[in-house]
């Protein structure tokens, strides 16, 4: 008999985020295809009555919690420390938690204090004769496998965005309290985050907008215009909320000082770069290759601008091309929004 232990760390607030209610969702998958099993939620926190509150009718047999000041950021060795107690005590054989950089940066090393095994970045769990399948990219994205283990415990992280949230009726959760040691000198002093106005990657927004190197290339005028390439995208971003991302050609200039200013190395899309979950994309001035294409694998929606009509994007690769001027373009839906 399997048993399902779900982990999660709060909100500041208290409150659980998407990435935990999708790992909720996964774990009430296994719980419902393995027969006699149980499902046990285990949160982190400095508070989170919240949280479990708004899970109370997941249908899990028990809540469980670390919690305390020292728990309300992502320290390390707090963490590692809290989760191992929870499983623990849960005495869990499955151990499923949403892949956030909080989670992902202790959970190897709970696994291997309780000499368990460790798969990261699921992008689906189900159940196939009876086990426990999981199935994830490898090869930057380009081959799916399924895997199955008979080690025990085994930590599964799910990738955000790839599974449905489970979303189900609020109520009175009873909490039951578990002791761990928050023995971390690391204190967090507080929080430095760009205004919303600032924030160009938004992992919740609905439309992905990738700028490529054309942006920074000679115009017909024989000049560049990078500070308007950057007024029109800026101008795009913040009236649409749109989240950014960027080609690898275009954020390795930013070293020599010819690139947009707020274009970064963490908006990198692509084979080397991120694989965002959007449900709608637009790419301008990037010609589409295969090393881009990776990085819109799981897009739903995609369009792009390019010059070209034989651009890569032409090649079966994207829904819509607008075969336009990305700055005339750009500058013309600013004006229309």
């Known amino acids: 008999m399997e048993k399902i232990l779900m982990i999660a760390a709060t909100e500041h607030d208290g409150s659980l985020g998407k990435p935990a209610l999708e790992a909720l969702a996964a774990a009430r998958t ?18 989170v009555k919240k949280g479990a509150d708004a899970i109370a009718s997941c249908g899990a047999v028990k809540f ?3 919690t305390g000041a020292d728990f309300r950021d992502g320290v390390y060795a707090n963490d590692a420390a809290a989760a191992a107690a929870l499983v623990k005590v849960a005495e869990a054989t499955l151990v499923v938690a949403p892949g956030t950089s909080r989670i992902n940066r202790f959970l190897s090393g709970v696994a291997q204090r309780c000499g368990g095994r460790i798969d990261t970045h699921a992008t689906e769990i189900q159940v196939e004769s009876g086990s426990p399948a999981v199935t994830r990219w490898y090869y930057r994205q380009r081959m799916t496998g399924v895997l199955k283990r008979t080690a025990r415990p085994w930590f599964i992280t799910v990738d955000p965005g790839s599974i449905e949230p489970w979303s189900g009726a609020a109520g009175s959760a009873t909490v039951e309290a578990v002791a761990a040691e928050a023995s971390s000198k690391t204190k967090v002093v507080g929080v430095r985050s760009p205004t919303s106005g600032a924030q160009t990657i938004k992992p919740e927004a609905v439309l992905l907008f990738v700028a490529g190197a054309g942006w920074c290339k000679k115009q017909p005028d024989g000049k560049t215009h990078v500070s308007d390439a950057g007024r029109l995208i800026l101008g795009f971003l913040d009236k649409t909320q749109a989240s ?10 930013g070293g020599e000082g010819e690139t947009l200013t707020f274009m970064t190395h963490l908006n990198q899309v692509g084979q080397t770069g991120a694989t965002p979950r959007h449900p709608k994309g637009l790419s301008t001035c990037c010609h589409g290759e295969e090393p881009h294409v990776v990085g819109w694998r799981f897009v739903n929606e995609r369009r792009a601008i390019n010059l070209n009509p034989s651009c890569g994007w032409a090649q079966g690769k994207t829904d819509v091309l607008y075969v336009a001027d990305a700055f005339q373009l750009v500058a013309r839906v600013n004006e229309l929004l």
Do not use: H, Y
């Open 30 to 47: 296994l719980q419902q295809g393995l027969p006699g099993s149980t499902l046990t939620v285990g949160l982190i926190g400095a508070d």
């Open 64 to 66: 469980m919690a670390v």
């Open 244 to 253: 950014l991302g960027g080609s690898k050609s275009l954020v390795d200039q």
